[in-house]
């Protein structure tokens, strides 16, 4: 028996969640540039990323409450124009003042189109198929970890750090257009006073969760940091193989978070979130392992990749299980509220990783930073383990009678 075939709308959403996640990586490659033409220094250009990722943490949770009274497709629209307008006054940013307010608007509606796109994969899937779903729109989000810094890079290259902000909003532009014509009817949340609507957010199960993807986060970003550093001390000369490395990732890495979504469908929110946890705290075991063992050679080399791969598979593998556990803890009329604070936990790791991973190296080399990143894997994976306080595993698919399951394109 054949699988259906997936709507137009969810590659909507898989291009919506590559723009935004796109907008976050993009501007590392073009650093420098900017930093020459505005006339500020290479360090205070990076704080272009970290109010990024700062006020996209913070902001996801809050803007998701706001907006949740309202229809997931206007919510998206609304978010992707702000969000496109916002690229549009980077790209014409005379100052750096300029371009970090742009910023920070930038961060603000992708934080809210994020947590949007999330609710509305997973409402508009059919039964049984909510992970797969997810999974094809998680897809978007880890391809721009891969494509962010090249693309920037090469078009800052090419033609400015100016046109890279001009390509984001063209993206935007037919992220939106695509959204209003496909995206299927999900309505907004039960009007409720605002106390009401946050008791979810503060359910011992939803803040399990969401600590489990900060912790999962931030043993994970923290090996995809300094994996140049591992791959170079780990296999002699594989530094130089860097691109090579990255490629691996990125192949594993879509196939994780595809993987990861049908595996949700077939064993469960619990099973598959502790079987994604308990095989990236595995891989990482390994890759300290490997970090340790005396192979040399092309040996080295390819026992590395391999290691990488099963890593990368489990590491995007993550949030199907993950959103779909939150989503099922939190209850479908408090899906989108919970959905932005377990990506803020996302975000937030993301931070700790970096600054954590920079200390293990300084202290000792790039051996440990597996080591360290397995550690705050198993913590992920014991929290897994806790059982749950008055949710059950809710079906893949949350019913909602007053959304059409379905795109305008009839799938």
């Known amino acids: ?123 508009g899937a059919p039964a049984g198929q909510q992970g797969r779903y997810l999974g094809v ?44 014509t496909t995206a299927p009817s999900v309505p907004g949340g039960v009007p409720a006073p605002l106390r009401e609507r946050l008791a979810p957010l503060r359910r011992a199960d939803v803040l399990r969760l969401v600590t489990v993807t900060f912790l999962a986060a931030s043993g994970g970003l923290m090996f995809y940091t300094y994996l140049s550093a591992y791959a170079a001390t780990t296999a002699s000369g594989s530094g130089a193989l860097l691109s090579v490395v990255l490629a691996v ?30 095989g990236h705290a595995l891989a990482l075991m390994l890759a300290a392992g490997l970090g340790f063992a005396s192979v040399d050679g092309a040996v080295a080399l390819v026992v590395m990749l391999a290691v990488i791969a099963l890593w990368a598979v489990f590491a995007w593998g993550l949030n ?16 989108m509220p919970a959905l932005a604070m377990n990506i803020s936990g996302l975000y937030l790791g993301t931070g700790v990783a970096g600054a954590a991973g920079g200390i293990v190296l ?15 894997l198993v913590l992920s994976f014991l929290l897994t383990l806790v059982p749950s306080t008055g949710s059950r595993d809710m079906p893949a698919h949350p019913e909602v009678p007053s959304a059409e399951p379905v795109g305008r394109d009839g799938h």
């Open 249 to 278: 990732v990125g192949l594993a890495g879509l196939a994780g978070a595809v993987l990861a979504g049908r595996a949700d469908d077939r064993l469960g929110h619990r099973v598959s979130l502790r079987g994604v946890i308990g």
């Open 1 to 123: 028996m054949t699988r259906p075939t997936l709507p137009s709308w969810l590659f909507v959403l898989f291009l919506t969640l590559l723009v935004t996640a796109t907008d976050e990586f993009i501007i590392a490659g073009v650093l420098t540039e900017i930093a020459a033409d505005l006339r500020v220094g290479v360090s205070a250009a990076g704080q272009l990323v970290t109010v990024f990722a700062v006020v996209y943490a913070v902001g996801a949770p809050t803007l998701a409450v706001v907006v949740d009274r309202f229809p997931r497709r206007p919510v998206l629209v609304a978010g992707l124009a702000v969000f496109v307008l916002a690229n549009v006054a980077a790209a014409m940013a005379s100052g750096y003042g300029a371009l970090l307010a742009s910023r920070v608007v930038a961060a603000l509606a992708a934080a809210t189109v994020t947590s949007a796109a999330f609710t509305t994969a997973a409402t």
């Open 137 to 180: 729109a998680t897809a978007g989000m880890t391809a721009a970890l891969f494509t962010g810094v090249p693309v920037g890079t090469w078009l800052g290259d090419a033609l400015g750090w100016r046109a890279t902000f001009w390509l984001i909003a063209a993206v935007g532009s037919i992220a939106a257009v695509g959204v209003w």
């Open 362 to 376: 300084s202290a000792t080399d790039a051996r440990f930073v597996p080591v360290v990143a397995c550690a705050l």
């Open 320 to 335: 199907p299980p993950v959103q779909g556990s939150v989503m099922a803890a939190a209850g479908e009329h408090a899906a």
